[in-house]
């Protein structure tokens, strides 16, 4: 694995998730597509979440605690019940980007870690250090996706009555 290359990766996805979030107006922060779908303020809670309590701990576990159990995380629970659509977005942000920060701090001061150790997951398997970290960068890309959606369907609205097929398939 290369190591350097997924933590620049996590270094620089959050610059480009800070990046898709410049410019976002209160009302478009919060707007949702539908019932069932995450607004972009709710996506970079969630990141802000994730940072604190999943990825880092669960590496960390598998790295320096193995035998310890995980523990529960509820990423959608916490969206819906901690007002992930309340706040001011900026505020969100800048969390999430202090958090990452710190996250970065911690993996540049491992020491030689070794990514082929596991530790049982809760869902019944073990899962080895190298593939958590991997995930945890790939994550990052998959809520990047959704921001580009989010802003995607956000501007479709606001061109109405007006068609975006000329500018290609989305």
Do not use: C
């Not at 107006?25 to 969630?46: F, I, K, M, Y």
């Not at 019944?124 to 190298?130: E, F, I, Q, T």
């Amino acid at each position: 694995m290369n190591f350097a290359y997924l933590t620049s990766q996590l270094e620089h996805n959050a610059l480009s998730i800070g990046q898709m979030i410049y410019g976002v107006t209160a009302e478009q922060a919060r707007w949702r597509p539908g019932a069932e779908s995450w607004s972009l303020l709710e996506v970079v809670n969630h990141l802000y979440d994730e940072e604190r309590f999943d990825f880092r701990d669960r590496l960390d576990i598998i790295l320096h605690r193995s035998e310890q159990a995980w523990p529960p995380i509820d990423p959608q629970g916490w969206v819906a019940g901690r007002q992930g659509r309340e706040g001011d977005l900026q505020t969100s942000l800048q969390n999430f980007l202090d958090e990452r920060r710190r996250s970065l701090e911690w993996l540049h001061n491992l020491a030689a870690p070794d990514w082929e150790l596991t530790s049982q997951a809760p869902w019944g398997k073990s899962m080895r250090a190298g593939d958590m970290f991997a995930a945890w960068a790939a994550h990052d890309l998959l809520h990047l996706r959704q921001l580009v959606e989010l802003k995607w369907a956000y501007m479709t609205r606001q061109a109405r009555p007006y068609q975006v097929r000329y500018a290609g398939e989305w």
